[in-house]
């Protein structure tokens, strides 16, 4: 072979691609019933857009970005949806408070897992300008009824608070004071990560680590007053929403514009990375992307790893009949093509075969597109008026008149 696709990336075709699509169209008619609009930003940044907004000591930023260079700029494609949307809504003085809604492509250079790709395709809802608690409930549960209507089940919800900068702040150092004995336990990268981005470690997938972390002071208990009390508050409408979660007292985030409440939805079958829909709150983000103090929420869902988690029947993919014109003479394609748009337009596939082919090379072809009916259409049927139709499944084969077509399409 000459030519293959780019490590960590894949090609989309057939039943795949229309699950993909279902989610897509499922997504963009629920979200707009909760008042999303829709927004699509351009692929690629100037990468201090995400250097500021992510965090230049995250893993994004260090060492899964796709940057180039055009003259002095550096540019960056697009490895999370947030900072673009709230970049948008600063430029071009969308009034707010908002509701909005993206599906796109994003691109990080990591390792390849299962159902995790380089380029991958994500839907993220981003509420910008309200401040509520029960905002951070309503989010969850607008993520947990969209997952069961494309078909989702098995999932489980994790919640957290992981407060604001006054919290972290003081926690910082209650926390740095209980490693301190323990440093030599850590791994090289808790090691970096306590200095550098302190909520991370509790990320580590290393068992000692973990099992030191099972045992450190949470943020979760040394949240300042205005934070314990947003959490308790957020927690009281997802009892009110029937939400049923798990507090997991060591989620955190790996972006750094976090603040207040976060939250996984995660599933069984995707082992170690189990992660399949997740956000939180971030207020402090659209100050520091330059503009004034607004509270802001959302989350995002990748498609490609929440598909390995459905049934191959979900979501539900309408699979149009297929039909094949065979038609028996160049003079007849005329009446032919006339069929043809009779069926496109009752929404059915029409694929017209070469009139020049013999009948029996176009009947080969229809087998080959595995093709529902063939219409076919020679000088007897013309002289008769009426079209032959063949079962393709059944070998059933009947004559209807054309005046009659499309009543018999209707009874399909």
Request: glycine fraction near 8%; charged fraction near 30%; hydrophobic fraction near 35%.
């Amino acid at each position: 072979m000459l030519y293959q696709k780019p490590k960590g990336t894949r090609d989309t075709f057939g039943k795949e691609l229309k699950r993909i699509e279902a989610v897509c169209r499922t997504a963009r008619s629920f979200f707009e019933k909760n008042g999303y609009q829709e927004i699509q930003t351009p692929t690629f940044e100037y990468a201090d857009l995400f250097i500021r907004s992510i965090g230049e000591h995250t893993d994004i930023v260090e060492k899964e970005n796709y940057t180039f260079k055009i003259g002095k700029r550096v540019y960056m494609l697009r490895p999370e949806g947030t900072a673009p949307v709230l970049r948008a809504i600063i430029e071009n003085k969308i009034p707010l408070p908002c509701r909005l809604l993206y599906i796109e492509p994003m691109y990080r250079k990591e390792r390849p897992q299962k159902g995790r790709y380089r380029e991958f395709l994500q839907i993220g809802i981003e509420l910008i300008g309200e401040g509520e608690p029960m905002y951070d409930a309503e989010i969850i549960e607008q993520g947990k009824r969209f997952l069961e209507s494309i078909g989702a089940d098995g999932f489980t919800i994790e919640v957290n608070s992981i407060g604001c900068p006054n919290c972290r702040s003081l926690y910082k150092e209650t926390l740095k004071d209980f490693l301190k004995p323990r440093t030599n336990k850590l791994c090289p990268n808790c090691i970096v990560r306590v200095d550098k981005n302190f909520l991370r470690i509790f990320d580590c997938k290393e068992e000692k680590c973990q099992k030191i972390y099972d045992a450190a002071p949470k943020i979760t208990e040394n949240l300042c007053d205005n934070c314990a009390q947003h959490y308790a508050t957020v927690k009281g409408f997802l009892g009110k929403f029937g939400i049923k979660y798990t507090e997991n007292k060591k989620l955190v985030r790996g972006l750094d514009y976090y603040t207040r409440t976060v939250f996984e939805f995660k599933h069984h079958l995707l082992g170690a990375q189990n992660t399949i829909l997740a956000g939180g709150r971030y207020d402090l983000l659209m100050k520091e992307l330059g503009d004034e103090d607004t509270p802001a929420l959302g989350w995002a869902m990748g498609v490609d790893r929440m598909l390995i988690t459905l049934p191959a029947e979900h979501p539900r993919v309408t699979e149009r009949k297929k039909f094949f014109v065979a038609t028996i003479g160049e003079g007849l394609i005329t009446e032919t093509t006339k069929l043809r748009n009779i069926l496109q337009e009752n929404n059915y596939v029409c694929i017209m075969g070469n009139p020049k082919d013999s009948i029996k090379r176009q009947l080969k072809k229809a087998n080959r597109l595995h093709v529902d009916h063939t219409i076919i259409y020679g000088e007897d049927e013309a002289r008769l008026k009426m079209c032959s139709i063949k079962n393709m499944e059944s070998g059933k084969q009947e004559q209807i008149a054309l005046i009659d077509f499309s009543d018999f399409l209707k009874k399909l």
